[in-house]
């Protein structure tokens, strides 16, 4: 059975909209898209004046035990 990695970062900040991120850079769009070719998947929860999480989930290469 394989195991799951499971993260989240919570901050208590000031938060923003997340329908309102700039065009000018990519990260916070690209996170999705990256823990999907990873077989994984994520979320991102803000609200101005709330602070936000962002939860990612992954599943790890399986293992060989050895005897």
Do not use: W, Y
Not at 2 to 29: P, W
């Amino acid at each position: 059975e394989r195991q799951m990695l499971e993260i989240d970062f919570v901050d208590n900040g000031c938060g923003f909209d997340l329908n309102a991120t700039s065009d000018a850079g990519h990260g916070l769009k690209n996170i999705p898209n990256r823990l999907t070719r990873l077989g994984g998947s994520g979320a991102m929860i803000s609200q101005p004046g709330q602070g936000t999480t962002v939860s990612i989930r992954l599943l790890l290469p399986r293992t060989q035990e050895t005897t």
